[in-house]
């Protein structure tokens, strides 16, 4: 009798064993430094909101492009002929993030998040669903965003 609940214990741990295996091997591997660059792109989000165009920029890399609508914007573009525009959406139209995921190669890491953006701007009624790519680099003051991608449609009922 001992022998048939060895065996079985034994068969039990192994199979559970594969099937931790086989489900981290199809799993995202873990970025190392996650809360890191989560920090980082939601500060982004954090200091626009807030009215703050210096914090903005702090955490943007000097050669960062600002990808949106069919059209790419340098650091400098962006700050001087965008940010006053973005600051002021993200102030008057709340977002809410429904996924991200966050990868990590070396000094390079890339976030990807979906958001719904409801409320009004300009007089004129916005409920969207947005997805946002942003790409960064770790660099001696933290991580920096080099890449912001955004694209948007508006939410199906």
Do not use: C
């Amino acid at each position: 009798m001992k022998r048939i609940q060895n065996t079985y214990a034994i068969t039990l741990l192994a199979s559970a064993s594969l099937i931790l295996i086989a489900g981290i091997s199809r799993g995202e591997p873990a970025a190392a430094d996650a809360a890191a660059i989560t920090s980082a792109a939601e500060d982004f989000h954090k200091a626009l909101a807030a009215g703050k165009p210096d914090q903005v920029m702090a955490l943007l890399a000097p050669d960062a492009l600002i990808i949106e609508g069919g059209t790419v914007q340098t650091h400098d573009e962006y700050q001087h002929e965008h940010l006053a525009e973005d600051i002021a959406y993200a102030r008057a139209v709340p977002s809410t993030q429904r996924s991200i995921v966050v990868r990590q190669e070396g000094n390079v890491a890339w976030v990807t998040s979906t958001f719904s953006v409801t409320g009004s701007f300009e007089d004129k009624p916005v409920d969207n669903l947005a997805a946002e790519t942003m790409v960064l680099t770790k660099t001696p003051v933290g991580w920096r965003i080099r890449t912001i991608h955004w694209s948007s449609h508006r939410a199906r009922v």
